[in-house]
């Protein structure tokens, strides 16, 4: 990217930063409308949602079953969120886990605008780690995406614009005021061994499928906790239909117990 073209971009980061606007999510069980905002990322600002992230919303029409329970971790804007609530339907339960506080309240506006067909959604104001505490969570200067706890974090980051102060959950404590998931996505910007350093209920007798963002440098400690847990690893880029196993964690990884993979990649959910 030229130095102009790097500069233009800054600058329109900046400018829209505080921009946010209702946008329709197109689902394959009816239109969902969200609100969204270029500070998560200018792919908002210029493509249409579909687009934004398609290999996402296709493992949520993939995965997501009606009557299912979705956690979401690391929401953001909530992309994968509303699209798991229109999978999983009235019958199901969503979790919108986000410690940002501007993200957070796009996310609590874009529930109200839910229609009674889909799951009803819970915006939980905090991260998921290793244990319950207060920790300091960074802001990125450029997209919101590349929020992370204090101490994780990726190169698209760019400088920290604030830290906020933020409540930190683990999964134990959660399981005991939310139901049981059958879906765990997690992006969670290199904090994803964390997540699920401290998650023995999931492995042990839960078995969710699990959709989450791995970098290069947690795929080994990854390849073990999945590993020791049973679970096969598809690559997320690509439909469960069509895809092979694949030995190590992918950027985008899908990871399904042994003995659900032919449930899923034989007879997607999205074939309901």
Known sequence: MTSFNLTARRLLETTTRNWSFKRRLQTD?????????????????????HAVDSSLL???????????TVWDIGANVGLFTFAAAARAGPTGNVAAFEPDAWLVQLLRRSVQLQTKNVAPVMVVPAAIGKEVAIRSFSIASRSRASNSLEGYGHSQQGSIAELQSVAVLDIPTVLKSLPAPNVVKCDVEGAECEVFSNAAPLWDHIRPVIVCEIGAE????????????????????????????????????????????????TSPASLD
């Open 58 to 68: 296709r493992n949520a029409a993939e995965i997501v079953g009606a009557g299912d």
């Open 218 to 265: 947690t795929a080994p400690q990854m390849k073990a906790i999945l590993g020791r847990a049973n679970y096969r690893l598809f690559d997320g880029e690509r439909s469960l239909r069509d895809a092979a196993q694949i030995s190590g964690p992918a950027w985008s990884t899908v990871a399904i117990p042994a003995e659900k993979v032919l449930r899923y990649t």
């Open 29 to 49: 069980r009816g239109d969902q409308t969200i609100v969204v905002s270029p500070s998560a990322g200018l792919k908002y600002l210029f493509k249409p949602l």
